[in-house]
């Protein structure tokens, strides 16, 4: 079973940056698309960015669009996601999921296989 371990989750005032860390198994990170996902109280699970292995093109939510930024590092099997301009409404569960790169799919959620077991972000006004 792959494992992915998010990291960096906290609490912070509007306008802060925060940097969440996913560290992945070995066997998950080679070959493999990586994305963040959010599930705020009371809502579904929602897309955040996601980060291709085959090409390296970075994917965002529009909500997120400029503010956030996903990255990866193979060397350290690990993704990160560097969120600045953080707004109340950023506030979630963070998760980092990962599937098989295939080269389609890195916004759909029913794609990704594995999943970590989230890290709270709070942003507070």
């Known amino acids: 079973q792959v494992q992915l371990v998010e990291s960096g989750g906290g609490l912070v005032q509007a306008g802060d940056s925060l940097r969440l860390s996913c560290a992945a198994s070995?066997?998950?990170?080679?070959?493999?698309?990586m994305g963040w996902f959010r599930q705020a109280p009371g809502q579904e699970r929602e897309f955040v960015s996601a980060i291709s292995w085959r090409s390296g093109r970075t994917y965002y939510a529009d909500s997120v669009k400029g503010r956030f930024t996903i990255s990866r590092d193979n060397a350290k099997n690990t993704v990160y996601l560097q969120m600045n301009s953080l707004k109340p409404e950023d506030t979630a569960i963070y998760y980092c999921?990962?599937?098989?790169?295939?080269?389609?799919?890195?916004?759909?959620?029913?794609?990704?296989?594995?999943w970590g077991q989230g890290t709270q972000v709070t942003v507070s006004s």
């Open positions: 070995r066997r998950t990170f080679s070959g493999y698309a």
């Open positions: 999921a990962a599937q098989v790169d295939y080269g389609l799919g890195y916004m759909t959620e029913t794609r990704y296989n594995d």
